[in-house]
């Protein structure tokens, strides 16, 4: 939101209707928000360093634990004790700014500290929408999930959204993979559940989209998270998992996922300092099995309610959280993901609330990418379609206030004011005749109109005016489809099916 | 959000629930966003002395034009030519910090660039809740109203919240005023609509709060709000007010609600030029009146939907406005107010992001007042007691958000960590069990409970639940009345009544 002039279309007669933002590739416009000084910043970090020395982390995977040791780390059964020399270096060798790829151009990520990417909630075992109700997430309930990720230019990444369970496990990223593939062209997500899996999604990809071993080895084009177990514990698939992409050289977003007083300290200092812990134990691993490998800081820290252990999100806590994780992340320079994210039971006032509070944390901390920013219910453990709409009005929002404001001659209209009479109006002004087609952001989904004529129109809330809005996005045709390549897609998937797939390694 | 450590109370046992924040005395703890380049800032300035100078400002009171005529300004019919010698020396001798008394110590405040107050919706003609539905406002809805901003903390202000329509227009001030001083300590709003309502208030303040007349002329206790008639018009009540308001020593907070492309240009950088040269020809006014009279610099600026011409709020065009506006009070120096808003209908998701997305504006726009920040719908014709508390956990958020993060050695957490094994948890750790009842922020109405349990409990979302929730806050007992001040008020209002009142002036 610097001063330069907006870019507009050149011939605005070619397209009258509404405003042209580039919500494809963002830059977050908000001045980031420090939680505490920067030396106590500094002090963060060094406790961090002091946790890997000398408290350890417990390291699952007999392979990373060699790689550790074969650096020189200490290991003491499956405890790995890591000396700030190495964390050191693997900072040193982590680039700071890395390309990630679409299947278009236009869908091309820069995933560096001032870049700006949304993710819709991801994870949630139940889908739910006002036309089915609440449900375990379905094959077909993950394809229109990924159709309406599609459909949005300011969410820049498809992520697991939802788990289809209707598919059985040593199939069933196949289906997603599948499905990722066809009906979107942006950089997607990859589960680490084993070699295997990661193998065969890898293989997807360059099948479908065209690319060489060469340039997926060269480039990023899709990504996982790894989450750690918190406290101190990387577990086997996510250990192998922060070997295969790295080996790949494919992104891996590594994040803790810390709730305050439950798996991590009650404070959100002690919380962060585990968390970026950990954090630096995956990266340095990631590092030593190979040097430059694409891999982004994480957070997800939020609190629990101290009377029940239930998880909350978007709270002063989680806010707090998300500014101390960014000073973390801009100590160490590189580019990182945070979670907003929503407790609530349904698509209501504190839906929107949480959700958009836990937002403005991840914007004021600077994150690169923001996970769960549209759709996300119960602490993730449902996507709703309505909400899904509902949220999707503030990322576009946001999307639009990355644009800077116009403060050229003619906008600050002294000739529009001279125009206009005291106590005149301004809707006939040359300057207002020029512009109102693409001045304002156009509404998603609210509904403006007085109460007579909102009454009229049957009273509806946002949350039922969402379900025709999905609907008829789901109406849009996907992407095309090249024969040849889908062709390819489906034989692979049925050779690896006939061979018996790859269930997930845990 | 330095990083000072949070001071918490000595003795935790002493109140073992809950959180000890003190909500009554704010600081802005967000960093302040720019709209545009301060050079761009001071050509909006330079815009606004232009209009003033070459436009010129409709006056309608015969008494405003001869103090402008007086102090120099050139005046044409009913239009004031402002020369910018004249702003200049009126927004050096505006103070830029002032004390607001409340009726206790502790609801005083300090007026400044920095500070941080709120104040719940106001000027509706509806109230609405779920209990009785949307009606037009009555003077028991007023008194509700008043007792829960009184319930709150974080609501600095009583404001007008709804019109008493029940009250006949002459008697309506007693009304008001009577209730605002009986069921609220905190200072309040008075309308300005003629100098005898504006003198019965004042006196009745005075009466009520036992203060002198030496000591109400020193320092301020209450304020009104003056809109300008937009564009470039100051009304015959709005600008007795402006020179009432001055010579009590009273805040006059000036504010023009322009809509972009309606009452103002269609630009952002054009509206806030015109509001900011009516809110220096109004502070202009009051200075001339009387040198170091205490005003606030004030905007209320979105814009219009262009198909239909409904207002909208909470859209990154109002977003924008506050933070040039915010731009603008910083370059004057004065204390400001700005608002946030919601264009629905019910308090629903849209009615939280639009107006969470406002007051984030706000937020980051510096504003010392944030006005309608909660229970505001429908553009301002109706306060929903619903919408009033599920805004309010947005509210109590970010005052619990003033306070600094913790970054103690304690709360770094080494000692816990070390406390506990990898993939163990935090419960009964030490640091913990010393601070697990007052470390985090406690809900007001939202609900973290699990899928299941909410079900159980009647599956009730956010704008159902509010409704206990005013309603317990309804059953405090008000403030202690003093018998004899009460007497004292109850007569004056009975001798003025008696007398005829006072018809507002228009």
Request: proline content about 7%; aromatic content about 8%.
């Amino acid at each position: 939101m610097s001063g330069k002039p907006r870019r507009r279309r050149r011939n605005a007669s070619a397209d009258p209707q509404g405003r042209n933002v580039n919500a494809r590739q963002l830059r977050n416009p908000f001045p980031p928000m420090n939680a505490v000084s920067d030396d106590e910043a500094h002090d963060v970090h060094a406790t961090s360093l002091r946790i890997l020395e000398e408290l350890g982390t417990r390291v699952l995977l007999p392979e990373a634990r060699k790689i550790f040791a074969a650096a020189g780390a200490r290991v003491k059964d499956d405890i790995v004790f890591l000396g700030r020399d190495l964390v050191k270096a693997a900072l040193a060798s982590a680039p700071k700014s890395f390309a990630l790829k679409g299947a278009a151009p236009h869908r091309d990520l820069q995933m560096e500290l001032g870049t700006l990417t949304f993710q819709p909630g991801a994870g949630s075992p139940h889908a739910t929408c006002r036309v089915k109700g609440r449900r375990p997430g379905t094959s077909q309930d993950f394809r229109e999930l990924v159709k309406l990720t599609q459909h949005f230019d300011a969410l820049h990444l498809v992520p697991t959204l939802i788990e289809p369970q209707d598919i059985p496990v040593h199939l069933r990223h196949y289906d997603m993979v599948g499905t990722a593939l066809t009906q979107s062209d942006k950089p997607f997500f990859i589960y680490s559940r084993g070699t295997p899996q990661v193998e065969d999604a890898f293989e997807m990809m360059r099948l479908y989209r065209g690319i060489s071993e060469a340039d997926f080895a060269a480039t990023p084009h899709c990504y996982t998270i790894i989450n750690t177990n918190s406290p101190r514990t990387l577990d086997i698939p996510m250990a192998q998992g922060v070997i295969d992409f790295a080996r790949a050289g494919q992104i891996a977003i590594i994040t803790p996922f810390t709730l305050m007083g439950a798996m991590a300290p009650i404070t959100v200092a002690g919380a962060i300092a585990l968390s970026h812990a950990e954090a630096l134990a995956a990266i340095t691993l990631g590092q030593l099995t190979r040097h430059g490998a694409p891999m982004m800081y994480g957070t997800f820290t939020s609190n629990v309610d101290m009377k029940s252990g239930a998880p909350a999100f978007g709270t002063p806590e989680h806010f707090r959280a998300s500014l101390l994780a960014g000073q973390m992340a801009r100590l160490i320079g590189l580019p990182w993901r945070s979670a907003t994210g929503s407790a609530a039971n349904i698509n209501d006032a504190q839906a929107a609330n949480e959700t958009q509070m836990g937002l403005w944390g991840c914007l004021m901390a600077g994150a690169t990418t923001i996970v769960h920013a549209a759709g996300w219910l119960e602490g993730g453990l449902t996507v709703s379609y309505e909400k899904l709409i509902c949220d999707m009005e503030v990322v576009n929002m946001i999307a639009d206030l990355c644009t800077p404001t116009e403060a050229t001659t003619d906008a600050m209209g002294f000739d529009a004011i001279a125009e206009v009479a005291p106590q005149g109006h301004f809707f006939a002004t040359t300057q207002t005749m020029a512009r109102y087609t693409s001045e304002f952001y156009e509404p998603l989904n609210a509904d403006w109109s007085n109460f007579g004529q909102w009454t009229e129109n049957g009273a509806l809330d946002a949350h039922t005016r969402a379900t025709d809005k999905w609907q008829s996005i789901l109406e849009h045709p996907g992407p095309a489809i090249d024969p040849d390549r889908y062709g390819a897609l489906t034989a692979f998937v049925a050779k690896r099916t006939a061979e018996g797939g790859a269930p997930p390694i845990s």
